[in-house]
């Protein structure tokens, strides 16, 4: 077993990317409807949860992650597609705005 397969915030990660892929073939789906936003929910705040575990349970347990997770923050915290991920994130689950009319999916 592969040291990151040890980690719990990994197991949600894997789960993040299948909802991601299902994701992406709503989008593709005229028929997809109600399912593109569901899926949305599901991988926004699955990833949302990857990043709390990986603090908040696998770098209390692990003094390795913790230091490795202490020096790559500031440098993640900083990068555009953090920025970018946090504000739809913010907007989906605390707005429950999604950029888009999820109601008829245009």
Known sequence: MTAHAQLKSWLILQD???ALQMLGKAVGNPNAGK???VLWIAAVTM???AGHTL????AAN???VKRLLKEAWPHWKKARLFQLSEG???KTLKEYDFGWDHV???
């Open 104 to 106: 008829s999916g245009t």
């Open 88 to 90: 739809y994130r913010n």
């Open 55 to 58: 603090e908040k349970i696998d």
């Open 47 to 49: 990833l949302r949860a």
């Open 35 to 37: 399912d593109v936003s």
């Open 16 to 18: 993040s990317m299948t």
């Open 62 to 64: 692990n003094p390795e």
